[in-house]
Nanobody
Framework: QVQLVESGGGLVQAGGSLRLSCAAS????????MGWFRQAPGKERETVAT????????YYADPVKGRFTISRDNAKKTVYLQMNSLKPEDTGVYYC??????????????RGQGTQVTVSS
């Protein structure tokens, strides 16, 4: 079992920045690929970014390319999502997920409870 705990969400004005963290309770984080997903009210969950087990390969959804950066520190068992130039449409609950292959929006082995991000205009 892997427990994932997200933190770092909050209220920020448009153009601001937030850094989300996802702390994993596992002996070895490096055996899991990781991802961040989000869900806005009334909308389906969508992929934000994913990162491979070593951190060497990343993927970003088009709406966040150039603004968000996913990274991981396997020694600290933590995955990060640096979010810059935030827009109101980035508002939603952000979830961290882990799986033995790249997590997808359709499901993953493990998922956190989420952290709320609200961007005001």
């Amino acid at each position: 079992q892997v427990q994932l705990v997200e933190s770092g969400g909050g209220l920020v004005q448009a153009g601001g920045s937030l850094r989300l963290s996802c702390a994993a309770s596992t002996r070895t984080l490096s055996i899991y690929a990781m991802g961040w997903f989000r869900q806005a009210p009334g909308k389906e969950r969508e992929t934000v970014a994913t990162i491979s087990k070593s951190g060497g390969t990343t993927y970003y959804a088009d709406p966040v390319k150039g603004r968000f950066t996913i990274s991981r520190d396997n020694a600290k068992k933590t995955v990060y999502l640096q979010m810059n130039s935030l827009k109101p449409e980035d508002t939603g609950v952000y979830y961290c997920a882990a799986d033995f292959t790249i997590p997808t929006v359709h499901g993953s082995a493990y998922r956190g409870q989420g952290t709320q991000v609200t961007v005001s205009s």
